[in-house]
């Protein structure tokens, strides 16, 4: 009889711990947006490249973000590093504080910049990409100079498997509307 406990006990042991390990695996997934602003690059580029200014775009960005250092690489690459900080909401009422650095890499002044952020075992990087964003009629016509800016983003993150579909979710509704008010903010519009 106590075989068949032990027995019983060590199937659940290994089921669970299987579980657990599936559950640990890391997930990747992308995230892509691109709008047309009003705005010439290097207005777009100043907002985006500044961490602190991305608060007032979308929910899920921290709230307190400081400008920790600003260095230039060998390669001529600006890094500038900021310190987030955000309380999240738990069930119950309880809320956990997380502190974490992201790193932005002016890697082509008004035309690229990449975002890498770390915490924990999520990871990932924000890449943004700039064009200038020309008229359709003919050469020569004044409509066929630059209008405004081509804006893209890439956002991929790694996370643990278990957490990633929720995590997917979240990134895809906030970046949506990180550009719907970042286009209204920067084409001069009032909010909806």
């Not at 602190?52 to 690459?77: A, F, I």
Request: charged share 30%; net charge negative.
């Amino acid at each position: 009889m106590a075989l068949g406990k032990l027995g019983v006990a060590l199937v659940c042991g290994v089921v669970v711990g299987v579980v657990a390990w599936v559950a640990s695996w890391d997930d990747k997934f992308t995230v892509r947006n691109e709008m047309i602003v009003a705005r010439p690059a290097k207005e777009v580029y100043e907002l985006i490249a500044d961490l602190r200014k991305h608060n007032k775009y979308h929910q899920y960005v921290p709230k307190e973000t400081e400008l920790l250092h600003t260095v230039t690489s060998e390669d001529g690459v600006e890094l500038r590093t900021f310190r987030t900080k955000e309380s999240v909401p738990l069930p119950f009422g309880f809320h956990i504080p997380v502190t974490f650095d992201a790193l932005t890499k002016l890697t082509k002044p008004n035309k690229e910049l990449v975002i890498d952020i770390d915490v924990g075992r999520t990871k990932g990087s924000s890449i943004w990409t700039l064009e200038p964003n020309k008229g359709t009629a003919g050469e020569g016509s004044s409509s066929s100079s630059s209008l405004g800016t081509l804006v893209r983003e890439e956002f991929t993150l790694e996370c643990m498997w278990i957490t990633c579909g929720f995590v997917e979710e979240k990134a895809r509704s906030s970046h949506e509307e990180l550009f719907r008010n970042l286009k209204r903010d920067l084409d001069g519009k009032e909010p909806v």
